[in-house]
Structures are given as structure tokens and as C-alpha cells.
């Protein structure tokens, strides 16, 4: 890597609740505009206590982006409007492209355990936010495992990577065809282990510590990236990430941005208010849902 990327932002994950009143941690999105193009939320949500996700997530609606939820620990159902019904458990992912219009539910399948995983939210540019609604249910089967010459693993949701000489691509591959290209690794360090990974200079890029601490960028300027908080990227054409004497498991999240305005209420995400009006008058008035049947996922 011939410019490695600097940590320029931190962004502290802020314990809140959602749905019917699970509790989560918000990193990005906790703030109106507090985003990183076109990434514009990253929720993790992580109990013991039924108390605190029993709820769920009852049918609302969604307009002009994409939701992925990654699990970790615990069983959520996904049933939409469309007749789409899915079981997610540990290691698996959902890809749901809302964009013209979705309602759907997440409701937990377990009345005690942990319950455990993240949910992103990641743009659509002005061009698709309309086009007909996508789903796709990912086993953790399907999810690539790389392991890592000095220890710890990466798991590959989204683009590709290479490590050690071997090359995994992730069952969500768009070589291009997706307008945000984007890049999502799970990844595991034991102490003191390092890891490089290309990322294309041009995408915005951060990580999400979800267990230890690290520090992020070349030898001599890394800077410390501590536990539940995002850390944004500066452009460059690749990251480097040092694990503390705990070791680390981050995420890591780049896409190309869209430039484009964001204008959100609530479950819409638009361009302009008059379209976040329009969304609000189809759902009060049947539209949103009466989209065509759902088309698949670019993979």
C-alpha cells in the first residue's frame, strides 16, 4: 500500500432503542447528518436480557435505501409485504433493498439467550430509490472465511479480498454493477496481529470495534480506535489495523460515495423533502406497498 489510511473521526456508539423498544447502541446515525456517504447508520444491538429485544421489530416501512442485518448470536424472522418470509440465525445475513417501497418485521424467535448482531443502513443514489424492492437471505454457510498468515480470520459479507495469496469474494458481488460497490469485512485478531487490507482510494471507508480495541494507520502515526465506536478513514488506498493486548473484532465498511443530497424522516430516505412527502402520502394511502413483485440482489 503505497498511502495507508489515517483515523480521522471517532464517532462513540450511543445507547438508544427502536421498534417496539429493543435496545441497541447507534454509532453512525445518532446525530441527523452524522453519516459517512453513503453508509448512513450502524446499529448493534447485543443482550442477555429478553427485556431488552423480546419486542422486536413490528411490520414499518421503509423507502430509498438498503438495510443489511448481520447476526451474531440469536434467531430474528423477517416477514414483508411481498410474501417474503426469512429465519436468520448466528453468521447469517440479510440484504433487503427497500428503495420503491417494503413492509416488513423483525421479530426475535427466542424468549431468552443472547441476542445479538448490527444493522446497516446503506444509501441507494437518486436513480434506484424507486426501482422495485429486492430481498435476500444469506446463510452463514455462503459467507466466505479467509485465515490470516499472523492469526484471526475475515469473514467476507460484501466485495472481496485477498490475504496470505488466497482471494475471497463475498456472496454480495457486484463488480460494478452496484452503484455503491461496497466493501463489508468481519474481522478477528488475536493480540498484538495485524491486518492490511486494499481498499480502492475514492471510497469512504470506517470500522466498527464490537469487541477489544485496535489501533488504525501505518507504523508511527496509528492512532487508537476503542471499544463500540466507529472510526472514519481518511482517502487512501488501503487500511491497516493493529490489535491491543486483547485482541479485536471490528468490521470494516467501505463503499463509493453517491455525492447526493440525504434527506431522511424516520424509515425514508430521499434526495428532496417534496420526495419524503410523497413517501409519506403512499403509505398513508396504500402505494408504497403496491410496488412490483421484488427483484433480486446483485451477487
Not at 427485556?51 to 423477517?78: C, K, N, Q, S
Amino acid at each position: 500500500m503505497q498511502n495507508t489510511r489515517t483515523l480521522v473521526h471517532v464517532i462513540e456508539s450511543m445507547p438508544t432503542s427502536d421498534g417496539a423498544g429493543v435496545k441497541l447502541r447507534r454509532s453512525l446515525g445518532s446525530q441527523r447528518g452524522l453519516h459517512v456517504d453513503p453508509f448512513l447508520m450502524l446499529d448493534e444491538f447485543y443482550s442477555d436480557d429478553p427485556d431488552d429485544y423480546i419486542a422486536g421489530f413490528p411490520a414499518h416501512p421503509h423507502r430509498g435505501f438498503e438495510t443489511v442485518t448481520y447476526m451474531l448470536d440469536g434467531h430474528m424472522r423477517h416477514e414483508d409485504h411481498l410474501g417474503n418470509r426469512g429465519d436468520l440465525g448466528p453468521g447469517d445475513v440479510q440484504w433487503m433493498t427497500a428503495a420503491h417501497g417494503i413492509i416488513h418485521s423483525e421479530m426475535p424467535q427466542q424468549s431468552q439467550g443472547r441476542m445479538r448482531g448490527f444493522q446497516l443502513w446503506l444509501n441507494l443514489p437518486s436513480k434506484e430509490k424507486m426501482k422495485p424492492a429486492a430481498y435476500r437471505d444469506i446463510p452463514a454457510r455462503d459467507i466466505p472465511t479467509l485465515t490470516l498468515p499472523h492469526g484471526g480470520e475475515v469473514k467476507v459479507i460484501a466485495g472481496s479480498i485477498a490475504q496470505g495469496g488466497a482471494l475471497a469474494r463475498g456472496p454480495v458481488n457486484g463488480d460494478g454493477a452496484m452503484s455503491t460497490d461496497p466493501l463489508y469485512l468481519d474481522v478477528r485478531l488475536p493480540a498484538g496481529a495485524s491486518f492490511d487490507a486494499p481498499v480502492p482510494a475514492g471510497r469512504n471507508a470506517f470500522l466498527y470495534v464490537y469487541e477489544g480495541s485496535a489501533r488504525i494507520g501505518a507504523a508511527g502515526e496509528a492512532k487508537p480506535l476503542p471499544h463500540r465506536a466507529a472510526g472514519v478513514l481518511s482517502d487512501g488506498d488501503g487500511v491497516r489495523v493493529l490489535a491491543d493486548a486483547g485482541g479485536v473484532r471490528f468490521l470494516l465498511l467501505a463503499a463509493r460515495p453517491l455525492r447526493e443530497p440525504v434527506v431522511q424522516y424516520g424509515p425514508f430516505v430521499m434526495n428532496t423533502r417534496e420526495e419524503i412527502e410523497q413517501a409519506l402520502a403512499d403509505y398513508r394511502d396504500g402505494r408504497l406497498a403496491a410496488a412490483t413483485a421484488p427483484s433480486a440482489v446483485h451477487g
